[in-house]
């Protein structure tokens, strides 16, 4: 959260914050529960979330920024630590043909209003807007500091891509990754609701172009345009087209299931 300007230390913190998302959020009603879709301003959200008793099970943060990558989606990821108003997909970044199950790599994503959509039809390609929440952060001014930087055997390249998150579990992969990219564009932004500052960069990596949100402390310098970051991350995206849905069976839709 404190990526995206809230900061969470007590148990107060967290209740104060629900309180917010509860009487500033849009009510959104789906099939599996309930959303309070909170907008504090300059692209920050909350994603509030209610079961049909009105019982709050959850609550994820995005933050929507200019980022599109296209990817090619081919399995949605259930899990039973989840709740039913989370969503996951495995997906394709630079998907090289119509078949979506191919590409420069694969990963995970958490999507913040997976409820809003019907049983999405996969394999298929979309756009999606992906913004990355640092958990680790450095920062570097060109990419000639950047390589002087790696001691190890292996370097990674000022474009790279590692998903973590497909490794640490083979059961149930994460929505993590290890990721370097060049910045494009890149401000200061605060938070209205709490006046905290937090790092925003619009970022190209392989595959495409990211949003990176970090909390300042894990800033070591200003990032500038034309320099490198580089950190592991958690991915949370949102979906800019309209999926395409699977068809009912006709017991489905006798039944409305």
Same mark, same amino acid.
């Given at each position: 959260?404190?990526?995206?300007? *809230?900061?969470?230390?007590?148990?107060?913190? *967290?209740?104060?914050?629900?309180?917010?998302?509860?009487?500033?959020?849009?009510?959104?009603?789906?099939?599996?529960?309930?959303? /309070?879709?909170?907008?504090?301003?300059?692209?920050?959200?909350?994603?509030?979330? /209610?079961?049909?008793?009105?019982?709050?099970?959850?609550?994820?943060?995005?933050?929507?920024?200019?980022?599109?990558?296209?990817?090619?989606?081919?399995?949605?990821?259930?899990?039973?630590?989840?709740?039913?108003?989370?969503?996951?997909?495995?997906?394709?970044?630079?998907?090289?043909?119509?078949?979506?199950?191919?590409?420069?790599?694969? *990963?995970?994503?958490?999507?913040?209003?997976?409820?809003?959509?019907?049983?999405?039809?996969?394999?298929?390609?979309?756009?999606?807007? &992906?913004?990355?929440?640092?958990?680790? &952060?450095?920062?570097?001014?060109?990419?000639?500091?950047?390589?002087?930087?790696?001691?190890?055997?292996?370097?990674?390249?000022?474009?790279?891509?590692?998903?973590?998150? &497909?490794?640490?579990?083979?059961?149930?992969?994460?929505?993590?990754?290890?990721?370097?990219?060049?910045?494009?564009?890149? /401000?200061?932004?605060?938070?209205?609701?709490?006046?905290?500052?937090?790092?925003?960069?619009?970022?190209?990596?392989?595959?495409?172009?990211?949003?990176?949100?970090?909390?300042?402390?894990?800033?070591?310098?200003?990032?500038?345009?034309?320099?490198?970051?580089?950190?592991?991350?958690? &991915?949370?995206?949102? *979906?800019?087209?309209?999926?395409?849905?699977?068809?009912?069976?006709?017991?489905?839709?006798?039944?409305?299931?």
């Amino acid at each position: 959260m404190t990526s995206i300007g *809230f900061d969470l230390h007590a148990r107060e913190d *967290f209740d104060s914050l629900v309180e917010y998302a509860l009487t500033t959020g849009e009510r959104i009603t789906t099939k599996k529960g309930i959303y /309070s879709y909170s907008q504090t301003g300059k692209g920050i959200e909350l994603w509030l979330q /209610s079961n049909k008793r009105n019982e709050i099970i959850g609550l994820n943060p995005h933050y929507s920024g200019s980022s599109k990558i296209k990817v090619g989606v081919t399995n949605e990821l259930i899990s039973e630590s989840n709740s039913i108003l989370d969503g996951s997909f495995h997906a394709w970044a630079g998907p090289i043909d119509e078949s979506a199950e191919s590409g420069s790599y694969p *990963f995970v994503f958490d999507m913040p209003n997976r409820a809003n959509y019907g049983e999405v039809l996969v394999p298929q390609i979309l756009n999606i807007q &992906l913004t990355t929440f640092a958990h680790e &952060l450095s920062v570097y001014d060109n990419e000639d500091e950047y390589y002087r930087s790696q001691d190890r055997e292996i370097r990674f390249a000022s474009e790279s891509f590692i998903p973590s998150g &497909l490794f640490e579990n083979e059961n149930f992969p994460s929505a993590t990754a290890v990721i370097t990219g060049r910045v494009i564009e890149t /401000s200061n932004i605060t938070n209205e609701h709490t006046s905290v500052t937090f790092c925003w960069a619009l970022v190209k990596t392989l595959g495409g172009e990211i949003d990176v949100v970090a909390d300042k402390e894990l800033v070591n310098r200003d990032i500038i345009p034309g320099g490198i970051i580089s950190g592991s991350f958690w &991915l949370s995206a949102k *979906f800019l087209d309209n999926p395409l849905l699977k068809k009912k069976s006709i017991i489905e839709r006798l039944f409305g299931r």
